[in-house]
């Protein structure tokens, strides 16, 4: 016996608002990361010790 399924019916489920409600979430939220990661790494730049960025192992005479 063949059960014959229409493709509309056969799909796991359908594109719609709740969808793109939860992608233009994320994407608000990952931004929101960003910008506060940004702003703590600006902060801390100009507040922080400064770094010696010499990176040679010789000793100077």
């Known amino acids: ?4 399924i229409s493709p509309i ?3 796991q ?3 719609g608002m ?5 992608l233009l979430g994320s994407l608000v939220l ?3 990361a ?9 902060s801390n730049s100009r507040h922080g010790s400064p770094v010696d ?3 040679s192992t010789q000793q100077k005479p």
């Open 53 to 55: 960025t010499n990176t």
């Open 9 to 11: 019916r056969a799909r």
């Open 30 to 32: 990952a931004l929101m």
């Open 1 to 4: 016996m063949v059960f014959r």
């Open 13 to 15: 489920g359908s594109k």
């Open 18 to 22: 709740r969808v793109l409600a939860i």
């Open 34 to 42: 960003w910008f506060a990661a940004e702003i703590y790494g600006v």
